[in-house]
């Protein structure tokens, strides 16, 4: 059984920057593909970011492209996601998401395609 600890949530004004980490323990990290989902109050869960087992290949969604990126430390057990150019859209609860894959450079963006979930740290960027 994997778990997942995200930590890095805070509040900070439009234009700022926020950097995501996500602890994995209890599983091999290095065979896992990592996302990140964010759902925002009275909205649905929405896919933001996918990096691949190896983390050379990365998905974003289209609203956080140019501004987020994916990263991980599989030495560390660690994915990261860093945050730029903040907007008060992107206020959310930030979920990371962890499955296992034989394939070293896929990226899943499905909720469904992943086993594995945090508990969310919350985003908030104000006006």
């Known amino acids: 059984q994997v778990q997942l600890v995200e930590s890095g949530g805070g509040l900070v004004q439009a234009g700022g920057s926020l950097s995501l980490s996500c602890a994995a323990s209890?599983?091999?990290?290095?065979?896992?593909?990592m996302g990140w989902f964010r759902q925002a109050p009275g909205k649905e869960r929405e896919f933001v970011a996918a990096?691949?087992?190896?983390?050379?290949?990365?998905d974003y969604a289209d609203f956080v492209k140019g501004r987020f990126t994916a990263s991980r430390d599989n030495a560390g057990n660690t994915v990261y996601l860093q945050m730029n150019d903040l907007k008060p859209e992107d206020t959310a609860l930030y979920y990371c998401?962890?499955?296992?894959?034989?394939?070293?450079?896929?990226?899943?963006?499905?909720?469904?395609?992943?086993?594995?979930w945090g508990l969310g740290t919350q985003v908030t960027v104000s006006s």
């Open positions: 998401a962890a499955d296992y894959t034989t394939r070293t450079t896929v990226t899943k963006l499905q909720s469904y395609q992943y086993s594995f």
């Open positions: 209890g599983g091999t990290f290095s065979s896992l593909a």
């Open positions: 990096i691949s087992r190896n983390g050379v290949n990365t």
